[in-house]
Nanobody, 123 residues
Framework: QVQLVESGGGLVQAGGSLRLACAAS????????VAWLRQAPGKDREFVAW????????NYADSVKGRFTASRDNDKNTVYLQMNSLKPEDTAVYYC????????????????WGQGTQVTVSS
């Protein structure tokens, strides 16, 4: 059972940068697409980005496109989210999860969630 642990969150001024890491243990993450999601206070959890198992494909929410970059190092069993030009509206708890297709539900689901890391962007 793959377990994910996020790190790298913190307090940063608007316009600054942070790099989040999602470290996997208990199994290899190299065969999975890994997603980043976030939840701001009082809001629903929302998709931020995903990166395919090889790193060859990525997808981003419109709100972060051009500012955030997902990457991975499968040798280190770790996925990253580089966040540049941060805005106060990026303030949220950021989670990583496996993005897996459910044949029962016939849709992609997020599983094996990490505990989250807080990102706070001050104006």
């Amino acid at each position: 059972q793959v377990q994910l642990v996020e790190s790298g969150g913190g307090l940063v001024q608007a316009g600054g940068s942070l790099r989040l890491a999602c470290a996997a243990s208990g199994g290899t993450v190299s065969i999975y697409t890994v997603a980043w999601l976030r939840q701001a206070p009082g809001k629903d959890r929302e998709f931020v980005a995903w990166i395919s198992y090889s790193g060859g494909s990525t997808n981003y929410a419109d709100s972060v496109k051009g500012r955030f970059t997902a990457s991975r190092d499968n040798d280190k069993n770790t996925v990253y989210l580089q966040m540049n030009s941060l805005k106060p509206e990026d303030t949220a708890v950021y989670y990583c999860a496996l993005r897996r297709y459910s044949f029962d539900a016939r849709e992609y689901e997020y599983t094996n969630w990490g505990q989250g890391t807080q990102v706070t962007v001050s104006s």
